[in-house]
């Protein structure tokens, strides 16, 4: 945590002294305060340059080149919404202000993403043909094809990089040199990225028999065409808070059936229960697996994740799920895909 005072300069200092405090502390900025601390702006490094330019001198008073209308974050505002602010709008130093506008504390990317870093490997399933979808396939993998404005599996991933987490592994193996080079190393979102190379198509768990490490944590594993807004993070600590081994994402299904349901006891009609509504669990496609479960997966061979918890239960493992409040939608058919796009802007953007 730094001094905050120590970056506070009056908008009566000049551009030099303003540049000084930059100079001299780690987080870059000057925060331009009155006598009460209520912000009147910022200086960054880039202002005193673009003052320059504009041909003010260093003995000019700091007001000259400071940003007036910076952005700033509420009290009531909780780390991951600032978080996401940041991150949305490419912050490096976020001020945050009392409902007086007076300085309270500056967040710091850097260190928010320290908090919340998470190091459990990820692992995206992307080998899938994505036949349902037809002619959008034929030279393009699903993982790619946009939604809104960004391929499937780079929203997926920024979820999850706004949740703190940065290692990925990604499945591939239909078209597998595209989404290669399109997310390469991870770098461009200041990740890691590998792959998993399927020779042949091994299910919903069989790649999982290729990861070299788990680093000793549950990893998660996710449909690639799956769009969500699960809190990942949640997700992972209810599946260490219940000491599970295997934790499956569930949604609720309910579908109504269009006739009366008959009721029947040997020859006679006990009753007629007119287009009741059916409702269940169904799989969402996202998982949570311990490291010692993901050793049971066998090597090169097809092997789908309710095998791997059917296997867990019959080994009296403790299994859980996670029930899915949150949007989420899978991409398997046109229509899918059609709704997806529609609800990009209000959902995701």
Request: aromatic letters at 8%; proline letters at 4%; hydrophobic letters at 40%.
């Amino acid at each position: 945590m730094i001094a905050i005072e120590n970056i506070f300069v009056s908008p009566l200092a000049t551009i030099l002294e303003a540049l000084q405090i930059i100079d001299r502390g780690s987080v870059q900025i000057a925060l331009v305060v009155d006598e009460e601390r209520r912000l009147l702006g910022t200086v960054t490094d880039g202002d005193v340059r673009r003052g320059i330019l504009r041909g003010i001198g260093l003995d000019a008073p700091v007001a000259q080149v400071m940003n007036r209308e910076p952005r700033t974050a509420r009290l009531d505002m909780d780390r991951d919404m600032i978080l996401s602010v940041m991150q949305y709008l490419n912050l490096r130093q976020f001020p945050v202000l009392d409902e007086e506008g007076r300085i309270v504390r500056l967040e710091l990317i850097d260190q928010l993403h320290q908090r919340n870093s998470r190091d459990n490997w990820v692992v995206l399933m992307a080998g899938g043909l994505g036949a349902r979808l037809g002619e959008l396939t034929k030279d393009c993998p699903k993982p790619l094809l946009k939604v809104g404005t960004k391929p499937i599996m780079e929203v997926i991933l920024e979820s999850f990089i706004s949740s703190g987490f940065h290692r990925f592994y990604i499945a591939v193996n239909y078209r597998a040199d595209m989404i290669r080079d399109y997310f390469g190393d991870g770098s461009k979102w200041g990740v890691e990225i590998r792959y998993l190379h399927e020779g042949k198509r091994l299910g919903t768990a069989g790649a999982l028999s290729l990861l070299p490490e788990t680093a000793g944590l549950p990893v998660i594993v996710m449909n690639g065409d799956l769009l969500t807004k699960v809190n990942f993070r949640q997700l992972v600590d209810f599946h260490v808070e219940t000491k599970s081994k295997a934790t499956m994402c569930v949604r609720e299904y309910e579908f109504q059936i269009p006739y009366g349901v008959v009721q029947v006891e040997s020859h006679k009609l006990r009753g007629i229960e007119e287009k009741p509504l059916q409702k269940f669990f169904v799989n969402g496609g996202i998982y949570v697996i311990d490291p010692e479960l993901v050793q049971l997966i066998p090597q090169d061979t097809f092997y789908d994740m309710p095998t791997l918890f059917e296997e867990a239960i019959k080994r009296e493992c403790n299994t859980s799920v996670f029930p899915i409040r949150e949007y989420w939608i899978d991409i398997g058919r046109k229509d899918d895909f059609d709704r997806a796009n529609g609800d990009y802007m209000e959902v995701f953007g």
